[in-house]
């Protein structure tokens, strides 16, 4: 468990690191980005991940609980690098009108 969990909090100082050495480089919105998004949503599986980790520690019981929830975690994840990649469309800039700024 400690392996896993010292692996997984490394990811999760890395996405953190990634996010704060980018914030600097990237104008300031008022809203979200995509990058943000997608950075978010990167994080959030991450403490899921964390979380199933320990659950799965404690579930020892169940042969193949731990298989099963990284299968489903991992295909989720997959989902969503796939439609961030392949199907999500950002706006044009021609979308926008003059009042939005």
């Known amino acids: 468990l400690a392996d896993r969990l010292g692996i997984l909090v490394t990811g999760l100082l890395t ?5 704060q050495s980018i914030a600097d480089k990237l104008p300031t919105v008022p809203y ?14 991450m403490i899921l991940l964390c979380i199933l980790s320990a659950v799965s520690y404690k579930v020892a019981a ?33 979308q926008f009108d003059e009042g939005d700024e």
């Open 15 to 19: 996405f953190v690191a990634f996010k």
């Open 62 to 94: 169940v042969e193949q609980f731990d298989t099963i929830i990284m299968g489903v975690v991992i295909v989720g994840a997959t989902v969503h690098h796939f439609w961030a990649t392949r199907c999500h469309t950002r706006a044009r800039w021609g």
């Open 32 to 45: 979200q980005t995509f990058t943000d998004q997608y950075i978010q949503t990167a994080t959030k599986i």
